[in-house]
């Protein structure tokens, strides 16, 4: 299972940060990520970022200048930063495990508002 | 960067027919392509994978084909739980890519 947890809600500008706890799998086992999408509400899916078992990084290249992806394996969590939030960020948002390449498990989401 | 199309943003459908959802992509991405099914105020559920591969436990109804650019998701007999969103999406080792979503809702 994945559980995602942060503020529910941030001023605009401000910097969110996102905890994406698990259990159940191991963030060392060859093949395994854990990745973050986001929903606005009403609208489409949309990958944020991954890493990877070993560390390897990935980001959506729109979006690639305010993310920061990190993971703590002995606390089996990972954390997502966004940095400079804008109203227009306001999303459920999810994290995933990656396993060789698709999102099999899915956190049940935290919706983040934007506003001042 | 890849876009991924998915042409019918609302389908409309009653029980027992034959359902397909479209996908298109940008360029060529091979069988690189799953799908999902996403309820209201639920995470999304992947239902194919490698376009065609069904994931274990999914009704066989689904069924994925397709490959380069073109590809499909069709329910062989819909069934009031299938009544949701579909994504299809793009992945590869370095990105992953979501289409707007098919809505299949009541006709």
């Known amino acids: 299972t994945l559980k995602e947890s942060g503020p529910t809600l941030v001023k605009p500008t401000q910097t969110l940060t996102l905890t994406c706890t698990f259990s159940?799998?191991?963030?060392?086992?060859?093949?395994?990520?854990v990745g973050w999408i986001r929903q606005p509400p009403g609208k489409a899916l949309e990958w944020l970022a991954l890493?990877?078992?070993?560390?390897?990084?990935r980001y959506s290249p729109s979006l690639k200048s305010r993310l920061s992806i990190t993971k703590d394996t002995s606390k089996n969590q990972v954390v997502l930063s966004m940095t400079n939030m804008d109203p227009v960020d306001t999303a459920t948002y999810y994290c995933?495990?990656?396993?060789?390449?698709?999102?099999?498990?899915w956190g049940q989401g935290t919706l983040v508002t934007v506003s001042s | 960067d890849i876009q991924m199309t998915q042409s019918q943003s609302t389908l409309s459908a009653s029980v027992g027919d034959r359902v397909i959802i479209t996908c298109r992509a940008s360029?060529?991405?091979?069988?690189?392509l799953a799908w999902y099914q996403q309820k209201p105020g639920k995470a999304p559920k992947v239902l194919i994978y490698?376009?065609?591969t069904l994931e274990s436990g999914v009704p066989s109804r689904f069924s994925g084909s397709g490959s380069g650019t073109e590809f499909t998701l069709t329910i062989s007999s819909l069934q009031p739980d299938d009544f949701a969103t579909y994504y299809c999406q793009h992945y590869n080792s370095d990105s992953w890519t979501f289409g707007q979503g098919t809505k299949v809702e009541v006709k």
């Open positions: 890493i990877y078992w070993d560390g390897d990084k």
């Open positions: 360029q060529n991405i091979s069988v690189w």
């Open positions: 159940g799998f191991s963030l060392t086992t060859s093949g395994v990520g």
């Open positions: 995933a495990h990656l396993d060789w390449l698709l999102f099999n498990f």
């Open positions: 490698k376009a065609s």
